[in-house]
């Protein structure tokens, strides 16, 4: 199982950005599908989660700015990343497992990392 993660770029405070995962070597149905992002110098956040029925959690910090979706049949999945600010600059990883999980290190399968950087 492989993901690859992409969409990350430069934009401007309360602009928008969608990042893509891409699994490949296996059908996404039977994966949820996590983000975590890395900002320099801090600890890996989890962000969001959306489990194999399409249902989303999301991290209270996105909650009320980004939306997680899933297509089967391209075996991606989206985090729709609105009304950016400067401390969502960070590397954003994608992950699959069986189950919507936060922590990390639960996580069989990773994708490498996409850079979003918020400024003015």
């Known amino acids: 199982v492989q993901l690859q993660a992409s969409g990350g770029g430069l934009v401007q405070p309360g602009g928008s950005l969608r990042l893509s995962c891409e699994l490949s070597?296996?059908?996404?149905?039977?994966?949820?599908i996590g983000w975590f992002r890395q900002a320099p110098g801090q600890e890996r956040e989890w962000v969001s989660c959306?489990?194999?029925?399409?249902?989303?959690v999301l991290s209270d910090s996105v909650v009320d700015r980004f939306t997680m979706s899933r297509d089967n049949s391209k075996n991606t999945a989206y985090l729709q990343m609105n009304s950016l600010k400067p401390e969502d600059t960070a590397v954003y990883h994608c992950?699959?497992?069986?189950?919507?999980?936060?922590?990390?290190?639960?996580?069989?399968?990773w994708g490498q990392g996409t850079l979003v950087t918020v400024s003015s």
């Open positions: 070597g296996f059908s996404m149905e039977y994966y949820s």
């Open positions: 959306i489990d194999r029925a399409g249902g989303t």
């Open positions: 992950a699959a497992e069986g189950r919507c999980l936060r922590k990390d290190t639960l996580y069989d399968y």
